[in-house]
């Protein structure tokens, strides 16, 4: 192999590694994070949160978020959020450098069914877009769960705000 080669083979191995460097950067760096919380509400019940993340130095849009199960939709905390979480329309959500937001777990019956009866696995899926370089479509974010795991948060939150109003 002549310097030629060699200079060709380093070149071109380089640029593999730059290209697939700058698709990790854009479509996986900095992904939000999301995860299921609940909070205890005034009038005594507790609802389950979606808690979205941003973990990068930049603005990103949450630009909606499916469920795969027909008996829960996630909305923004406002009527007009609720309105369009039922109908199916997920409102847009930016969120600032470490800014975290959370959406409210609705639950719908179906026919007198409810999720908890299903007993079927659920997956929230997030697309979101990065505001710097929306150019390139950043792959969306998923988490599993399951209706049991909701309730068990409920319960949980339950708890901690009978612990809190003891002392």
Same mark, same amino acid.
């Given at each position: 192999? =002549?310097?030629?080669?060699?200079?060709?083979?380093?070149?071109?191995?380089?640029?593999? &590694?730059?290209?697939?460097?700058?698709?990790?950067?854009?479509?996986?760096?900095? #992904? /939000?994070?999301?995860?299921?919380?609940?909070?205890?509400? $005034?009038?005594?019940?507790?609802?389950?949160?979606?808690? !979205?993340?941003?973990?990068? /130095? &930049? =603005?990103?849009? %949450?630009?909606?978020?499916?469920?795969?199960? /027909?008996?829960?939709?996630?909305?923004?905390?406002?009527? *007009?959020? %609720?309105?369009?979480? !039922? !109908?199916? @329309? @997920?409102? +847009?959500?930016?969120?600032? /450098?470490?800014?975290?937001?959370?959406?409210?777990?609705?639950? !719908?019956?179906?026919?007198?069914?409810?999720? $908890?009866?299903?007993?079927? #696995?659920? #997956?929230?899926?997030?697309?979101?877009?990065?505001?710097?370089? +929306?150019? *390139? #479509? +950043?792959?969306?974010?998923?988490?599993?769960?399951? +209706?049991?795991? @909701?309730?068990?948060?409920?319960?949980?939150? =339950?708890?901690?705000? =009978?612990?809190?109003?003891?002392?």
């Amino acid at each position: 192999m =002549d310097f030629a080669e060699f200079y060709k083979f380093v070149g071109a191995t380089l640029g593999i &590694f730059a290209t697939l460097f700058a698709l990790w950067d854009r479509m996986l760096r900095y #992904r /939000p994070s999301v995860s299921i919380t609940a909070e205890h509400t $005034k009038n005594g019940n507790s609802r389950a949160l979606l808690r !979205v993340k941003n973990q990068g /130095p &930049f =603005d990103i849009l %949450i630009e909606q978020i499916n469920s795969t199960s /027909p008996h829960y939709y996630i909305s923004a905390d406002s009527m *007009l959020g %609720i309105v369009h979480g !039922v !109908v199916g @329309i @997920i409102m +847009p959500v930016l969120l600032a /450098p470490n800014e975290e937001r959370f959406l409210r777990i609705g639950e !719908v019956a179906i026919d007198g069914a409810t999720a $908890k009866a299903s007993g079927k #696995r659920v #997956r929230f899926e997030v697309c979101w877009t990065r505001s710097d370089h +929306p150019f *390139l #479509r +950043p792959f969306s974010v998923r988490l599993w769960t399951s +209706p049991t795991d @909701i309730e068990r948060r409920k319960q949980a939150a =339950d708890i901690r705000a =009978d612990e809190k109003s003891e002392d």
